[in-house]
């Protein structure tokens, strides 16, 4: 492997793993769900990216035949590119699956802020905020202020 | 700075170690090179025919593989159109484009059409394919939905298209399970390798992916869109 290779493929991978360490980071610590999916996006992104570096070898070129004669230097493997095709169109539906559903969530509650969301969800249903376990109904109240004050 | 942020950055960072790890044994190079995908490309130009080596990675090897993407996609597709629901047909429209943009959409639509089919037709020559030449058919359709929202798609024709085209993919691969002994197997030789008649029933095959993502997206975007209008 020479070193230009090495060089490709180290800045390659490395940027994919950013890229999906991004996306986890902005799906754990965002609120907001139209930023949670785009933490998704950001990591199918970057999961793409791995695959296609896997594949990729210093100098080759696309595995397609020019006049129906193999080309005379190396191709690429051709596995990671099928897959990633497909990865691609699944993501896409995916995130227009999850667009739906966020604009479902937004027409019943008004709000996108998954701890509001939380709140509401939990005052609708009588049950506790952290675990979603119904309270007993021998409590005294509604059980809501338990619920809200036991919040961290 | 509160807790949940902590606990990310430091579940990040952790994750961060434990994948940068694994850069060192992606580096040995014999992960890559040899076995499966050295074999595809030595033998895929005689045994399939097509000249775009992942075309046969897609449909002929791996055929089963793209009928299950295509199902999720369908899933997908149908779940989003259930949880989006029929727009009532008295609600307001987005207001309409104006001239610039009605020309426009007007221009491109043949030159979408012509493009989307080229590429799909194509898909065992060139780089693309039934799924990139589909979202460009889709592009075509859902341009003038947008410089015209008051005139939507016809989902009933949409949804008959997608059902045709999974269904002849399903044929072409029940055609080979009886005449050959292997769902999906290719039909019809390989041809020369290169001409545009080739490659036996694959062209076929793409041409049905294309049209059935082609119809699926544009019913996609098309009900994300009437939902926008709808409040």
């Known amino acids: 492997m020479t070193e230009e290779t090495t060089l490709v493929d180290f800045i390659s991978y490395v940027g994919a793993i950013s890229l999906i360490l991004l996306g986890i980071f902005a799906m754990v610590t965002f609120r907001h769900l139209i930023r949670i999916i785009f933490g998704l996006m950001l990591l199918e992104a970057g999961v793409n990216l791995f695959l296609i570096t896997i594949g990729y070898r210093g100098g080759a070129v696309a595995p397609i035949l020019v006049n129906g004669e193999l080309p005379t230097a190396a191709m690429v493997d051709p596995i990671p590119q099928a897959l990633v095709l497909t990865a691609i169109v699944i993501g896409v539906g995916v995130q227009a699956l999850a667009l739906a559903l966020v604009i479902k969530t937004y027409k019943a509650y008004g709000t996108l802020d998954t701890q509001i969301l939380a709140q509401k969800i939990a005052e609708e249903t009588g049950t506790k905020l952290i675990d979603g376990i119904p309270t007993p109904i021998s409590d005294t109240g509604t059980g809501l202020e338990e619920s809200l004050s036991t919040k961290p | ?231």
């Not at chain 2, 292997?182 to 008649?197: I, K, M, R, S, Y």
């Not at chain 2, 994300?224 to 709808?230: C, P, V, Y």
Request: no cysteine; aromatic share 10%; hydrophobic share 55%.
């Open chain 2, 1 to 231: 700075m509160n807790f949940r942020e902590i606990s990310g950055l430091i579940f990040i960072v952790g994750l961060g170690l434990l994948l940068f790890a694994l850069l060192k044994i992606l580096f040995v190079e014999q992960l890559v090179t040899g076995g499966i995908g050295a074999n595809i490309l030595a033998t895929a130009p005689e045994e399939v025919g097509t000249a775009n080596i992942v075309t046969s990675v897609l449909l002929a090897y791996r055929g089963l593989d793209t009928l299950g993407e295509l199902t999720i996609l369908f899933v997908a597709a149908t779940a989003a159109g259930l949880v989006l629901g029929q727009r009532s047909s008295d609600a307001k429209h987005d207001p309409d484009a104006g001239f610039i943009l009605h020309s426009a959409a007007d221009v491109l639509f043949p030159f979408l059409i012509l493009l989307g089919a080229y590429i799909i037709l194509h898909g065992h020559l060139t780089p693309g394919g039934g799924f990139q030449g589909g979202a460009i058919l889709a592009a075509a359709f859902f341009i003038p939905i947008l410089a015209s929202p008051a005139s939507p798609l016809n989902h009933r024709v949409s949804s008959a298209i997608e059902g045709f085209a999974g269904a002849a993919f399903i044929l072409i691969g029940l055609f080979g399970l009886f005449g050959k002994g292997d769902f999906l197997a290719p039909l019809f030789g390989t041809g020369e390798v290169g001409n545009l008649f080739s490659a036996g029933s694959l062209p076929l095959l793409y041409l049905a992916v294309g049209l059935k993502v082609g119809a699926e997206l544009a019913g996609l975007l098309a009900h994300l869109h009437e939902t926008e209008a709808n409040d």
